[in-house]
């Protein structure tokens, strides 16, 4: 089954804990992207990657690291997590071309206390 | 810098009603447009996606049309079930693969 698949679904942790959230796709990919997600915000990206060893910033990069040695997966990292990256994540994946699908994993909610 | 605005943010209805929601972009330049579903818990499944050239697509009870001079985008929903209740976000792509979303439109549809 096609699918993109996020862990972990839930996570609360504290203030300057490094943490990763794993992202990983079964399509051959080549685009991936993470998102966050907040009340009244909607969705803004984070970091996107066209390919391997290939990764861009997006709207909201700050606070974030990315990195993608492999086509499947696109860990994101938080060095040192605040309050203020409490949120809903998303992870995507895509062809390159235009006009296709983009595919959604089924997100982490991150708590950061 | 491109903005996506969505009417109404909530909307409740009775199972069996016809319902459009509304999605707004300000820049037409876009490659394609995205109708996505969201449940609570779960990811963003897409519903349908209009590329630029294109005025609608069609999915069963679902319609999406895209007038890109105009900046709009309309999803109809037929024949509304308590099981389209859901979160409904539209999404223009710009360039590969990146997307801009809306806030979304809350919908509940009532048995």
């Known amino acids: 089954e096609a699918q993109v698949t996020q862990n972990p679904r839930y996570l609360i942790t504290v203030t300057g804990k490094k943490l990763t959230v794993t992202c990983s796709q079964n399509?051959?990919?080549?685009?991936m992207s993470w998102y966050r997600q907040d009340p009244g915000l909607g969705l803004r990206q984070i970091y996107y990657s066209m390919n391997v060893e290939v990764t861009d910033k997006g709207d909201v990069p700050e606070g974030y690291k990315v990195s993608r040695k492999e086509k499947r997966n696109f860990p994101l990292i938080l060095e040192s997590p605040s309050p203020n990256q409490t949120s809903l994540y998303f992870c995507?994946?895509?062809?390159?071309?235009?006009?296709?699908?983009?595919?959604f994993g089924q997100g982490t909610r991150l708590t950061v206390v | 810098k491109q903005e996506v605005t969505q009417i109404p943010a909530a909307l409740s209805v009775p199972e069996g009603e016809n319902l459009v929601l509304n999605c707004s972009f300000t820049d037409s330049a876009i490659y394609n447009l995205q109708w996505f579903r969201q449940d609570p818990g779960k990811g963003l499944t897409s519903l349908l996606l209009i590329q630029s050239s294109q005025r609608e697509q069609t999915s069963g009870r679902l319609n999406a049309s895209l007038d890109k001079s105009s900046g709009r985008s309309t999803l109809y929903i037929a024949a509304s079930q308590p099981g389209d209740s859901a979160t409904y976000l539209c999404a223009v792509q710009l360039s590969d693969q990146n997307f801009v979303f809306g806030p979304g439109t809350r919908l509940s549809v009532l048995p």
């Open positions: 399509m051959n990919h080549e685009y």
């Open positions: 995507a994946s895509g062809r390159r071309t235009m006009n296709t699908e983009a595919f």
